[in-house]
């Protein structure tokens, strides 16, 4: 099994595209795990997909992309579905990042972080996992920091994803610099 193949077709599947797949996201982004593996086994390639399968999936990656719980399945983050997924709002740490390609810097400093695509800014816990954000599209991406614990005193939401990723609404430029 290519655990990899199956994290990105389950993202794509409950990020991107759950029509495609006959599957009705809840409003936490959940769905039962026995409708999607009746979907999947459609697919020639993922005929043999367990349960299990997706335990060992989430256990083998190096991101925190899926959860299950109580026989449903979510991803954490990276929504573009055009129902709003409802997340858990929290405190951030003091300092979030965000790792950006070098073309975008100047519309980011003029007009803050938005969606563009997504239903939420995503920023990092840490610079190590800004900077690979940032590598997807760029060499040398641009790191920006974030004053997160001053967005937050001021009445900006910030929302949990996983460990490492943090969400948003929208981050004023005013909390943001090149770091
Ligand atoms: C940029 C992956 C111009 C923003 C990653 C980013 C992440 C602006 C791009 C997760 C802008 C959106 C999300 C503005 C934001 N002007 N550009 N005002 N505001 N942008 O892919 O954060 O591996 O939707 O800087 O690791 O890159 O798939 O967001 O470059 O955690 O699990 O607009 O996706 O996770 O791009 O990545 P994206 P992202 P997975």
């Known amino acids: 099994m290519d655990y990899q193949k199956l994290s990105k077709e389950l993202s794509y599947a409950l990020r991107h595209a759950p029509h495609e797949y006959e599957l009705e996201l809840d409003e936490q982004g959940w769905v039962p795990i026995k409708q999607l593996l009746l979907s999947l086994h459609e697919q020639r390639k993922w005929q043999a997909v367990t349960e299990e399968d997706l335990h060992t999936m989430i256990a083998l990656s190096e991101k925190k992309r899926h959860e299950v719980n109580q026989g449903k399945i979510r991803a954490l983050y990276g929504h573009s579905v055009p129902q709003k997924i409802h997340k858990e709002e929290k405190e951030p740490p003091a300092y979030l990042f965000h790792g950006t390609p070098q073309r975008f810097l100047d519309s980011i400093l003029a007009s803050g972080l938005v969606p563009k695509g997504r ?18 599209r760029d060499d040398h991406p641009v790191l920006l920091r974030i004053d997160a614990r001053q967005a937050w005193q001021d009445g900006v939401k910030f929302y949990h994803g996983n460990e490492l990723v943090w969400l948003a609404d929208h981050v004023q430029k005013q909390y943001i610099s090149v770091y």
């Open 119 to 136: 239903q939420y800014v995503h920023l990092s816990e840490d610079v190590q996992t800004a900077q690979q954000v940032g590598k997807r």
